[in-house]
């Protein structure tokens, strides 16, 4: 299996825009409509859009504040993994675990020394998958009530 990491284009924008969680995480996950929307609402995030493949199918989509001067409470960076979505029918087979690899690998080649992101808390969230790959809770909450998270990069 071979995940890569593509720019959504008018080529394929419509398969990325076709991605939906399951029912149960629409609370925790945006749309990809509704983070394309958040990105062109908010460009001093500096977005970095893409469609995650998985061996030349649309699987997911991942949105980054690349390199960005934190402005807090709205901006969090330099580096924040601001969304992160696999097709309900592609869940469970490592496709994000492997996305968040590869963005690490990504933010560490430009210099970062951490990664962020937040996470809506509840039961049926995403704390455990972001445990897992090493994300640790940095004891703040974004202006929406979201947890921050924080993943040590530079080796």
């Known amino acids: 299996m071979t995940i890569t990491l593509r720019e959504v284009t008018e080529d394929n924008v419509d398969s990325v825009l076709a991605l939906r969680t399951t029912p149960d995480q629409e609370r925790f996950v945006s749309t990809v409509t509704d983070s394309l929307t958040e990105a062109a609402e908010n460009p001093q995030g500096n977005p970095w859009i893409r469609a995650v493949y998985a061996d030349g199918q649309p699987v997911g989509f991942v949105m980054l504040s690349w390199n960005v001067e934190p402005q807090p409470p709205d901006i969090i960076g330099p580096w924040f993994l601001w969304k992160l979505l696999i097709d309900h029918r592609h869940q469970g087979k490592g496709y994000g675990q492997e996305v968040v690899q590869q963005i690490v690998e990504l933010v560490r080649g430009q210099g970062a020394t951490e ?7 509840g039961d049926g969230g995403p704390a455990g998958f972001y445990a897992r790959l090493g994300f640790v809770p940095t004891g703040e909450l974004d202006p929406e009530g979201e947890i921050i998270l924080r993943r040590i990069v530079h080796e």
């Not at 990664?115 to 808390?121: A, D, F, G, K």
């Open 115 to 121: 990664l962020l992101t937040s996470h809506v808390p």
